[in-house]
């Protein structure tokens, strides 16, 4: 089986704009979660999705939003980046069944420096 | 709420001793907890899960840890370590209370010397 794919791997964006990340699940998953990796935080849950809905989501401001699609594809979205944005974002997918006891599967990341 | 505590953010072994990375979590409901690790430039792998039952898990390349209810922790270890070790490990938390949400800990960087 195919593992957890993000894209990009790597964006450079400038205070202001605004980004779109990708993450395609494992084939048959149907839960995807987001994380945010800094330095500085560790690994910060953002949000996680099931069949298109978003069931829980961490405490980070409206311009951090998602959506999954109809296939379990998933985007993750940042509007007016700022430079503390800067991170490696992880997408994990799970089939989503098992509840809290899911075991999550992580993709490579996507590498975010905003300058 | 959950919480996870990983004491010590490095720990240095050298290569063929024990390893031991110290893991303490918090939850109001019966925990599932789990050990990642992450490699540079790589997304998290699990090395293992606890869910119920037998409270010493067994996981990839040798590692194990044990769930101590009454200790609150989840102790990591590996009796001889090897060079590949070296990388950030990382325990998690999650409960039904939780939501379908997992805690991680800051993560502990291990290094092995030759």
């Known amino acids: 089986k195919a593992g957890v794919t993000q894209t990009p791997r790597y964006l450079i964006k400038t205070r202001g704009q605004q980004v779109t990340l990708s993450c395609s699940p494992i084939s048959g998953h149907r839960s995807v979660s987001w994380y945010q990796q800094t330095p500085g935080q560790g690994l910060q849950f953002l949000f996680e999705y099931f069949s298109e809905t978003q069931r829980n989501k961490g405490n980070f401001p409206g311009r951090f939003s998602g959506r999954q699609f109809s296939n379990s594809r998933s985007e993750m979205n940042v509007s007016t980046l700022e430079l503390g944005d800067s991170a490696l974002y992880l997408c994990a997918s799970s089939s989503g069944l098992a509840g809290a006891s899911d075991t999550q599967y992580f993709g490579p990341g996507t590498r975010l420096t905003v300058l | 709420a959950q919480s996870v505590t990983q004491l010590g953010s490095h720990v240095s072994v050298s290569e063929g001793a024990l390893v031991l990375l110290r893991c303490n979590y918090s939850?109001?409901?019966?925990?599932?907890l789990f050990w990642y690790v992450q490699y540079p430039n790589q997304g998290l792998q699990l090395l293992l899960k606890?869910?119920?039952?037998?409270?010493l898990v067994k996981g990839i390349n040798g590692f194990e840890a044990e769930f101590k209810k009454s200790e609150t922790s989840f102790h990591l270890t590996k009796p001889s370590a090897h060079m590949s070790d070296a990388a950030e490990y990382f325990c998690a938390v999650s409960d039904m209370g939780g939501g379908f949400k997992t805690i991680f800990g800051a993560g502990t960087r291990l290094f092995v010397k030759a």
């Open positions: 939850s109001s409901v019966p925990p599932y």
């Open positions: 606890y869910t119920t039952g037998a409270t």
